[in-house]
């Protein structure tokens, strides 16, 4: 037996057309007045307003979701941190220079904005390029 050959047992039940005179008398199987007797006219689901609630696609491959990122200054590093300690995102928010986002700590970037002198670890931290060269200067190291 091949697919081609395959029928169904039943017989296909064809879609009432609706509104469109013939052998259904003046009103079509419709009724004679009101919404469900109009042409076109369709009751809106109620789950068409929690559809409308919620936040559309913006286009091919959108991300919902934002990261939480936190700047961070050279220059405001040079001020808070003595030498040779470790920079965190943990210990930038105990210190008070990052606030968390919605409870939780933020992902950290440290960009080259002033000039650094101290010997810092830098730990989990994103990192501009410039602010590299310049922690790697200063005698810092980056983990």
Known sequence: M???????????KKKKRIGRGGKRGTY?????????????AKFQ??????????????GYRYSGRKLNLAAVNLSLL??????????????????????KIKGRVPMVKILAN???????????????????DKIEKAGGKII
């Open 78 to 99: 040079e001020k808070k941190f003595k030498d040779n300690e470790t920079v965190t995102p943990k210990v930038l928010v105990e210190k008070k220079m990052v606030r």
């Open 2 to 12: 091949q697919i081609h050959q395959i029928k169904p047992f039943h017989k296909l």
């Open 114 to 132: 002033g000039q650094l002198t101290k010997k810092l670890t830098i730990k989990n931290c994103l990192l501009s390029k410039n602010a590299k």
């Open 45 to 58: 689901p109620i789950i068409r307003e929690l559809i409308k609630k919620y936040h559309k696609l913006k």
């Open 28 to 40: 079509s199987g419709r009724g004679i007045k009101g919404q469900k007797s109009r042409s076109g």
